[in-house]
């Protein structure tokens, strides 16, 4: 089975400050890698997916992430954070075979910005 | 628009109750999920659905139930054997192992 870790509980960063996220994964091959954010009594919203092919990702909101397969890694990153991106954030993945899609989600890292 | 609505927002219980949170979607989509969300702790599985009339046990399905009677709609119950049900619930749909989550539903023991 697959497995998800985010090391990260809460993050806190200035405004206009560079952003990065780690997540880790345990799984026996290359697995669908999902980043989703949270605001506070919202659903999550999907920021960016990794499927295959270019390692580094576009998202949503100037997010970015960049799978590792060497690290088995998927940090998401951003370059200029804004008061606005203060939120919860989850990582996830979904194995790439069995055809059943179940996703395994991180605990999730609670990003913090300061003025 | 095409989304999921979860229904109601919040809900309160009385011990001893059950208690049935909706979900109905207009995507188009096969699969959906419920998940429980506690802090600090990430979302677990609940149920999840991959076809009408048919639904599987996540990872805590321990005193809750499903039903799947129409693709748009996925039902959750909480029964009165779920001992800690106070927490978060969310609802999904998944097409190609991509979720899209509804807006959720805070419940809450009396």
């Known amino acids: 089975a697959q497995s998800v870790t985010q090391p990260d509980i809460h993050i806190t960063v200035s405004e206009g400050a560079s952003l990065e996220l780690r997540c880790n994964y345990s799984y026996g091959a290359t697995p669908y890698l999902f980043w989703y954010v949270q605001s506070p009594g919202q659903g999550l919203q999907l920021l960016l997916k990794?499927?295959?092919?270019?390692?580094l990702v576009q998202g949503i909101k100037g997010f970015e992430a960049e799978f590792k397969r060497s690290q088995s890694s998927f940090n998401l990153r951003k370059p200029s954070v804004h008061w606005s991106d203060a939120a919860e954030y989850f990582c996830a993945v979904v194995p790439t075979s069995g055809g059943s899609y179940i996703p395994t989600f991180g605990r999730g890292t609670s990003l913090i910005v300061h003025p | 628009d095409g989304g999921i609505t979860q229904s109601p927002k919040y809900l309160f219980r009385k011990e001893g109750q059950n208690v049935t949170l909706s979900c109905e979607q207009n995507?188009?989509?096969?699969?959906m999920y419920w998940y429980r969300q506690d802090p600090g702790q990430g979302l677990r599985l609940i149920y999840y659905s991959q076809i009408v009339n048919d639904f599987q046990k996540g990872d805590i399905a321990e005193g809750y139930s499903v039903s799947r009677e129409k693709k748009e709609s996925f039902p959750l119950t909480v029964t009165s054997a779920q001992k800690n049900p106070t927490a978060f619930y969310l609802c999904?749909?998944?097409?190609?192992?991509?979720?899209?989550f509804g807006p959720g539903t805070r419940l809450t023991v009396l």
């Open positions: 990794y499927f295959s092919g270019d390692t």
């Open positions: 999904a749909t998944s097409l190609a192992g991509t979720q899209y």
């Open positions: 995507l188009n989509h096969d699969a």
